[in-house]
């Protein structure tokens, strides 16, 4: 089972929508899926159409003592499955202080044989539950508008890695990006110098994306000859190019 996540210390960075439509083209391509929302606002949950609940709370999940097949849940879309966030959901970081590293892959040991792929949904902070997560993971997604303050959380991000002595890949993307403007055209082609390691694929600034919240739905599964889903589909086929030869 390969554990990806989707994170950004900027918030407004189509973080979430980019995890929600990744992990439903992973699934369309054939993997098994658990996407698991770990940002407290559950916006992936509301995505997919689930109550933002935890059955038998954060603590006990945390804990390793709940029932996963009682907590995750099924998606409209098929081979994709969903870890809702709660209310609750804010209590990771507390929960999660002072816990050995790579503790979420141990808390999803008992499902390891039910899925393919798990994707990460992040909160957008620096914290316990964030480090958590890097120790984690096969490799942090990172979407990045190209902009100059976006630009710069990368900067802060592979900061607090190295400080960190964490060794997670680190592969940038870029998001919401309209090519009539020059920074971002400048801040694209200079992307790859700077972040070696940066997926080529990019997301356009798109009203399709926008109506997900209308939709309830990835981009996929109501708009599927569009730009905007076309790009999910290449940004999922290079990053699964990768995973295949991890």
């Known amino acids: 089972m390969q554990m ?27 993997r098994r899926v658990l996407l ?36 995750i849940r099924a998606t409209e879309i098929e081979r994709l499955d969903l870890l809702p966030a709660s209310f609750g959901s804010r209590e990771m970081d507390r929960l999660l202080e002072d816990r050995k590293p790579s503790r979420l892959r141990k808390i999803l040991k008992p499902v390891n044989d039910d899925y393919d792929l798990v994707l990460l ?77 940066r997926l080529s694929a990019t997301i356009p600034y798109a009203s399709v994306i926008e109506r997900m919240g209308v939709e309830q739905a990835p981009v996929a599964c109501f708009a599927r000859r569009t730009r905007a889903a076309q790009a999910y589909t290449a940004l999922w086929e290079e990053v699964a190019g990768r995973l295949g030869n991890a």
Not at 13 to 29: D, P, Q, R
């Open 4 to 30: 990806l996540a989707l994170y950004s210390i900027k918030g407004g960075v189509g973080k979430t929508a980019s995890a929600v439509n990744l992990a439903a083209e992973a699934a369309l391509a054939g």
């Open 36 to 71: 698991w929302d770990l940002d407290p606002q559950a916006a992936t949950t509301f995505y997919l159409k689930s109550k933002a609940k935890v059955r038998g709370g954060v603590g006990k999940l945390v804990k390793g003592k709940a029932a996963l097949d009682k907590v």
């Open 121 to 197: 949904d992040c909160p957008p902070n620096l914290s316990a539950l964030s480090d958590q997560v890097f120790s984690s993971i096969d490799a942090l997604l990172v979407p990045v508008v190209p902009s100059t303050l976006s630009m710069r959380t990368l900067t802060l991000l592979r900061e607090h890695l190295d400080a960190q002595d964490q060794t997670c890949p680190v592969w940038p993307f870029a998001t919401l990006v309209d090519r009539r403007k020059r920074l971002h055209r400048d801040t694209l082609e200079a992307l790859p110098e700077q972040w070696p390691l």
